[in-house]
């Protein structure tokens, strides 16, 4: 029986140095209550983990559970806990992990090192205890809670030969027989992964016997996991591919043995591998780099979410090459990409946070501190949206780390009047500029300056000040950047700065946030919208850059979505309105219907093109999308392009 079970159990923890004797009495199912006499405990009293299932589906419960991280190198350790190195692991650390904004804890356990018979791969109760104590660690903080089978010797069992598959199969069930009984009453924030990464020895590459071997394993946990009842029986549960790759061969071979649908796909995403991963890789992050994971999230969703199957990236991170700023950037991109899918994103971190390979560690659980606090903020901002997004469309100008003495600039921002990317006529009623930063509260200056004209050295008055993830924010108003300069933005406004006034700040972020509704907001502002791609995708003239399939014929895209008052959206560069925009039909509609633009204009240092409901029926001679529609395409016109986002947007 477990110490969160219907029993009473009484712990004596002793500490020689204070000759104090503390004595824990556990009652009732996941409740913890102190003796009178004794000391507080790591749990309030009477704390009393959730046995709540609230009726979501696999991907609505996916798509809730955003930022995690990885409590690595700990009880998947060798022989016992701390055997790697890492502390004991205490209530306290996953306070502040959770307190940072997390909101899953991802728990790596190594059963096999634990069994009391390992004839009958039977696991310690002591063991099972340990387990159970740090999975209501999390629990305690509202967490999402993954618990696995990491680090087994059936790892890396994978297999044609039938005795070896008998056997790992006979484990896993074993296993999560054990498991599933333990946690059976737990409600639905508690998560099974069946494997950690499965494959043939050290055979990272794998062949189609391999991919179904994997499926088999699969099935013998989950249907073990499902035998066991109670909550169980709804509970989600994580298969991986064949050692949780994300290779194309590996997620195509993967597969559902059963008809149980609250399934998620377990991956594992150390890309681009040469920047994230590859001890003597570069460290600088590239164009390349985004384009190399775009297609990797492209291709998610091309084999997975676009048919309904949630996606959990149960590991990512990038080492420490002494490119804090790189870091920031990728995981922040990699993080949106993956929001846009619905897929969360957990960070391996295995507390090592010297430089080179494995160096993935950002939180200190001795000092209980972060040591790369921007990196998590980077992740856990985009899945929370902090406030330079949640109130309108946002352009970044500056994303990293960037250092200011007393009175000094930490960022410099050119406008396209001076050769940068931010276009000053995007300025207008409704806008504001953010800034988070660290240092002293409300010593940031926001300053505007041109060279052509206009106010030298404008110095903008905050407008609104506050913190968030432990940092302060701070945000100019239109009105307020009116007063400093005028409002000749388009005309004058040649370079924007954030500084330090009396103390030093370090800034993190400085953005232009739109405002709802603005006519900035080009992608429908505080309109509804589908994404039918984000990324980056280049056509030569008249080529297709991006093509999107509707639902009936296998793709994500309702075309039942469009209506009277909706409109398709594509951003792009190139060259001003050499986009094309087409409808086709193989089924009674147009069978190349060329779209004729509603509007275009700029966003973001792209363009625009709009593309009404009126002209959609016109091009496609018919307004039977629901049942004719079959593909949309985004392509060049006379030059190239290339396409960043395809969305549909309606009122």
Known sequence: MGIFKSIYKKQLLSCVTAALFTIISVSGFGCINADASADTSEFTAGYSSSTQMRGLSASQLV?????????????????????????????AMIDTIAARGFKTLRIPVRWDDNYSDPSKYTI??????????????????GMYVIINVHHNDLQKLVSTDGSVQQRVKSELSAIWDQVGNRFKNYGDKLIFEINNEP?????????????????????????????????????????PTYCASSDSPKLYGWKNLSSDNMIAVSIHAYQPFDFAYEGGGHSNWTDSDYNSLSSVFSQLNSVFISKGIPVVIGEFGAINKNNTADREKFTQIYATMAKQYNIPCIWWDNNSTGTGSEKFGIFDRNSLSFTFGGIADALINVYKGAPNDNDGKYVSLFWGTASASNWGQAVTVSTTRCGGNFNPS?????????????????????????????????KVSISESGSINGRYYAKFSYDNCVKAFGSNFSGQLDKIYVGATDKAITVYSLCYNYGKGSDSD???????YVSLFWGSSTASPWDQAVSVKTKKNGGSFDPQSIISNGYFYVEYSGTKDQIEFILQSWSGGSSWGKVSMSESGTANGHYFAKYSYANCVAAFGSSDF?????????????????????CYCYR
């Open 522 to 528: 080009n992608n429908g502002g505080s309109d509804k």
């Open 63 to 91: 798509s809730d559970m955003g930022a995690g991280w990885n409590l690595g190198n700990s009880l998947e350790s060798e022989n016992n806990e701390t055997y790697w190195g890492n502390p004991k692991t205490t209530k």
């Open 426 to 458: 995007d300025i207008k009623a409704g806008g504001h500029f953010y800034v988070e930063y660290s240092g002293t509260k409300d010593q940031v200056e926001l300053i505007f300056q041109s060279l052509s004209g206009g106010n030298n050295w404008s």
């Open 626 to 646: 629901l049942n004719k529609l079959d593909q949309i395409h985004a392509g060049a016109g006379s030059s190239t392009a290339t396409v960043y986002s395809v």
């Open 199 to 239: 494959r043939c020895g050290e055979d990272w590459g794998g062949n189609t016997a391999y991919y179904d071997c994997v499926n088999q394993y699969n099935e013998a946990g989950r249907a073990a996991i499902r035998a066991t009842g109670g909550n169980n029986s709804s509970r989600l549960i994580l298969l």
């Open 124 to 141: 310690s109760s002591s063991y099972m205890d340990r387990v159970e104590t740090v999975v209501n660690y999390g629990l305690a903080n």
